[in-house]
């Protein structure tokens, strides 16, 4: 995870809410539910849930390079009790330059 720079007008975040409850789900909120169900090994079932895209975002600072862009998602959700937060990036899409960060002990991966 690290800062981008949308400051030179390059990339675009967006976003979308899903109130489900005591409604018909889309299928990209059953997805989630599904990934949830399949990584966590327990029941779920959305209440909430919001998508947010960065596409095409340029890692901080900008003036660097905007060509080296990155695409990724978050997806918050929760049942009312426990919330969940999917990080997906676009295969292969991770294109920052890691070695022109500020700091230098950084870890690309997941724990």
């Known amino acids: 995870w690290d800062d981008a720079d949308f400051s030179r007008g390059v990339g675009t975040t967006f976003y979308q809410e899903f109130f489900t409850l005591n409604s018909a789900k889309p299928p990209f909120v059953l997805d989630v539910e599904a990934k949830i169900r399949r990584y966590m090994k327990t029941s779920y079932s959305a209440v909430w849930t919001l998508k947010i895209t960065w596409e095409k975002a340029p890692a901080h600072t900008a003036r660097t390079d ?5 695409t990724y998602q978050a997806v918050l959700t929760t049942d009312g009790f426990r919330s969940y937060l999917l990080i997906l990036y676009q295969d292969g899409g991770m294109r920052w330059d890691y070695g022109q960060l500020a ?3 950084v870890l ?3 724990s």
Do not use: Q
């Open 103 to 105: 700091a230098t002990n």
């Open 66 to 70: 905007t060509r080296r862009t990155s």
């Open 108 to 110: 690309i991966g997941y």
